[in-house]
């Protein structure tokens, strides 16, 4: 991981953006000498969603389960508070 001042990444942001798509090193941008965010590639921590959104339902979800495990259902559904007295907004 690299570091370079906040007025450096100002002014090279776009030099800096492309390195770090072109190499995954990440860069921290740092405000007197103190990091402040960290620039990295898009693909650097891929999303699990996006991962399979090329496939179909049930490819992506075989796929998924493969790599993290079997999908289960075993949750409870959070109760339902249900309003039985609903009023007409147009009879008052």
């Known amino acids: 991981m690299k570091r370079v001042g906040l007025f450096e990444a100002k002014a ?15 860069y921290v941008v740092t405000k007197r000498n103190k990091p402040l965010v960290k620039i990295v590639a898009v693909d650097a921590e891929p999303d699990p969603v996006r991962k399979f959104s090329h496939l179909s339902m049930g490819e992506a979800r075989k796929a998924y389960e493969a790599e993290y495990g079997k999908v289960t259902e075993d949750f409870e559904l959070p109760p339902r508070e249900m309003d039985l007295e609903r009023k007409n907004p147009l009879d008052e």
């Open 12 to 26: 090279k942001l776009s030099e800096i953006c492309n390195k770090v798509a072109e190499t995954g090193v990440a």
